[in-house]
């Protein structure tokens, strides 16, 4: 009798041995995200006979190790049979194993696949991509990175990409695909199955323009002066250098800047929103940008704050103020490595990070909007309040900019005190609508002359666009010409000054550079 048991217990164990050694690993498919854009990952889960293991391979990191017990207790919570039971090894392979995967996405695609290798679950995954965090009751969480992975779902002919419900309205901004909104597993196993499908995601309309109106031009008073300079920035993305005492409004300046620059096209929407979709920071009720970014990162912060970095490079504050504004309040205070790794972006319009596993460049073409006081106290020749900084002092101070930084800045501007008599007026000035329309009329022009180039404003031109587009008359180099004597201008300065003069011209409306525009351009380069 006993030798009867053993023979039936191996032979019911041989049953079980042969049925897994004879089933296919089961395949589903998810995504990575690698700087701002996505990869398609193969989720592959194979069943065999042995000791119960659960591993996770393929350059997994912490999260996505720890998915194995949320992805077991979902299954379990949504009455299915978990990969919990003996003599069951479950390997999961992220592929390709090469690349870092990151974050709770991959537990739906896991819990997927296994259900699949367990033939607990029949359907064909091949066109479709999953991405999802798993609760473990079995609910559906957000994930980051929504609007790269439906762009390169587009690009690689899936035809379904299945996602939480809070970010269906994020991945319904591509168009021809078919988004599905997941709440639960047990929903998405039922739509799968055919049982009851689940209603595609309506198309994410783009709007045509969106502008900003929090600061208003005209509630500023006084500051004719700074204000001129920020709408020659806006209507040539040029940088901005604001040096006045304290109170004087240089802030509240820079952030109306915002309110007169042109809305954002269909194109720079998907840009923007997807840097901020891999940075984490979509609100689910409003899955898009709908203007353009104003970042304002503290003094204190990092270099790898500003430009992006990490063991697996993300995106930092210039990368994420493309399209729009950088803010750097008091910029004296910023440590001096902080504004130098500036240098690059501001010369290219890109940020390169580079790390020992690899390097990523981000774009980070933006308007960078800097203030400062003259001195540490704030009141070096202001009529009203003394100065108590020693010249050494002073001198410290203003060399935590250097030569070549500040010369990549193209507007420099002196903000003064606003007198009392033009603080108590009720005229207001200029409505930021009224200079956004002039801006909007330069940027036409801007965008017709670089048609079929690869950057649309005049900030953006190499020395072969300026020898094209920028070329002075007689009296425009004899006025050149005397001003590089006097002000010791550098060629980067000469060739900034040329590109100043063409945006006041398109600002006129005119053709062609003439002394005046170049006078009003050499008016915004430092005096000293």
Do not use: W
């Amino acid at each position: 009798a006993s030798s009867a048991l053993k023979f039936k217990i191996l032979a019911e164990r041989f049953k079980i041995f042969s049925l897994k050694i004879n089933r296919l690993p089961s395949k589903t498919y998810s995504a990575a995200v690698v700087g701002l854009d996505a990869q398609p990952i193969e989720v592959e889960v194979d069943l065999s006979f042995g000791l119960h293991v659960f591993n996770i391979v393929g350059l997994p990191d912490k999260a996505v190790e720890e998915a194995k017990d949320r992805v077991s207790a979902a299954i379990k919570n949504s009455g299915l049979v978990p990969p919990s039971r003996k003599n069951q090894r479950v390997v999961v392979n992220l592929a390709p194993a090469d690349l870092k995967k990151e974050g709770p996405k991959y537990d739906l695609p896991i819990a997927l696949a296994y259900l699949l290798a367990s033939r607990q679950l029949k359907f064909d995954p091949q066109s479709k991509i999953f991405i999802g965090e798993l609760a473990l009751d079995g609910q559906i969480r957000p994930v980051s990175g929504v609007l790269p992975t439906a762009l390169m779902a587009r690009t690689f002919g899936f035809a379904e990409l299945v996602v939480p419900r809070e970010n269906a309205a994020e991945a319904a901004l591509v168009d021809g695909l078919n988004i599905t909104p997941a709440g639960n597993l047990l929903e998405l196993v039922h739509h799968l199955t055919k049982q009851k499908i689940v209603s595609p995601a309506p198309p994410t309309p783009l709007p045509e323009r969106i502008i900003n109106p929090e600061h208003d031009f005209a509630y500023i008073k006084g500051q004719e002066f700074a204000k001129r300079a920020l709408e020659i920035a806006a209507a040539g993305n040029h940088n901005v250098l604001m040096s006045g005492p304290p109170g004087s409004g240089k802030t509240l300046l820079a952030r109306a800047l915002v309110s007169i620059l042109p809305g954002l096209d269909k194109e720079e929407i998907l840009e923007t929103t997807k840097i901020f979709s891999v940075a984490g920071l979509i609100q689910h009720h409003q899955p898009l940008l709908t203007s353009r970014p104003f970042r304002s990162p503290h003094h204190t912060s990092s270099a790898a704050a500003l430009v992006g970095g990490g063991s697996i490079p993300k995106p930092g504050e210039i990368t994420l103020a493309h399209r729009g504004v950088l803010f750097l309040d008091e910029f004296p205070e910023f440590d001096r490595p902080v504004l130098e790794s500036l240098r690059q972006p501001l010369e290219d319009g890109t940020v390169t990070v580079s790390r020992v596993k690899g390097s990523l460049t981000f774009p980070a073409k933006f308007i960078l909007v800097a203030t400062m006081n003259p001195c540490p106290c704030g009141f070096l020749n202001d009529p009203l309040k003394d100065c108590f900084c020693t010249p050494f002092q002073i001198q410290k101070y203003r060399r935590k900019l250097s030569g070549p930084l500040l010369d990549r800045i193209d507007l420099h501007v002196e903000v003064p005190r606003v007198k009392y008599e033009k603080l108590v007026s009720e005229n207001l000035d200029a409505l930021s609508a009224q200079t956004r329309e002039r801006v909007e009329r330069a940027r036409e022009i801007q965008r017709k002359r670089f048609s079929g180039l690869e950057f649309n404003t005049n900030s953006e031109m190499k020395l072969k666009d300026i020898k094209i587009f920028c070329r002075p008359d007689e009296a425009c180099q004899e006025l050149l010409k005397i001003a590089v004597a006097r002000y010791n201008l550098s060629a980067r300065a000469y060739h900034r000054v040329l590109k100043l003069g063409r945006t006041i011209a398109d600002l006129a409306a005119e053709p062609n550079i003439t002394p005046d525009h170049l006078s009003e351009a050499l008016q915004y380069r430092p005096q000293n």
